[in-house]
């Protein structure tokens, strides 16, 4: 069936550092590839997502590019702030129409 | 425009005893998710509604968990009789009807429904 896989956390790291968090698929046919947020205390918001081979989603400054022939979706950013400390959730939805997320990976931004 | 609304926001009850949750959806979308949030895990698909119609209910532990979305707006999600491992949070997520929306169709998220079985 359809995963997803990702990075194992949790990161930390200084704000203004590079962050990439790694998140690979495996699913039949062409799935559209998302990443979700959880902020502390919140529910899970969208935070971009990608429907075809090589589209770039982004938002906040954070981007990810849906690579078919690697099979993965990382999601970067090139200044993280102390508020982008979250949990963050790699997710694919394929044809059976069921997000299929993976485990998660917690980040925290030091000041 | 609300968001997708969950409640109780906490529930704190004692083994074999029973719990509902309930979930009101985005205005509008047909589609109605449950997902089981461990500590430390992604979500997981416990059913999906279309409408009235439970479509996907295959990881629903029938034996001791039901729901239900009788007039295809709210819906409940029941356990009984609610062991420790069902320890969890809960949420809800509504999105369009995937064979109507164009491109990626995305679920909105309620806050969730944290249960606490002692």
């Known amino acids: 069936g359809d995963s997803v896989t990702q990075m194992e956390g949790p990161v930390t790291l200084s704000e203004e550092a590079f962050l990439t968090i790694n998140c690979t698929y495996t699913a039949t046919g062409y799935p559209s590839l998302f990443w979700y947020v959880q902020y502390p205390g919140e529910g899970l918001q969208l935070l971009l997502k990608a429907t075809k081979a090589d589209d770039k989603g982004s938002n906040k400054g954070f981007e990810a590019t849906y690579r078919k022939e690697t099979t993965s979706f990382h999601l970067e950013k090139g200044s993280v702030q102390v508020s982008d400390s979250a949990v963050y959730f790699c997710a694919l939805k394929g044809g059976a129409q069921k997000l299929v997320f993976g485990q998660g990976t917690r980040l925290t931004i030091n000041p | 425009e609300a968001g997708v609304v969950q409640s109780p926001r906490y529930k704190i009850i004692e083994k074999k005893q029973p719990v509902a949750f309930w979930c009101n959806p985005i205005?509008?979308?047909?589609?109605l998710y449950w997902y089981l949030q461990n500590l430390g895990q992604g979500p997981e698909l416990l059913i999906r509604y279309e409408n009235e119609e439970a479509v996907d209910d295959s990881q629903l532990p029938k034996d001791r968990f039901s729901a239900e979305r009788l007039k295809g707006v709210d819906s409940t999600l029941k356990i009984q009789p609610a062991e420790l491992g069902d320890s969890a949070v809960y949420l809800c997520?509504?999105?369009?009807?995937?064979?109507?929306?164009?491109?990626?169709?995305?679920?909105?998220f309620g806050a969730g429904s944290r249960l606490t079985v002692l």
């Open positions: 997520a509504s999105s369009l009807n995937p064979l109507k929306a164009s491109g990626a169709n995305v679920l909105t």
């Open positions: 205005s509008g979308h047909n589609t």
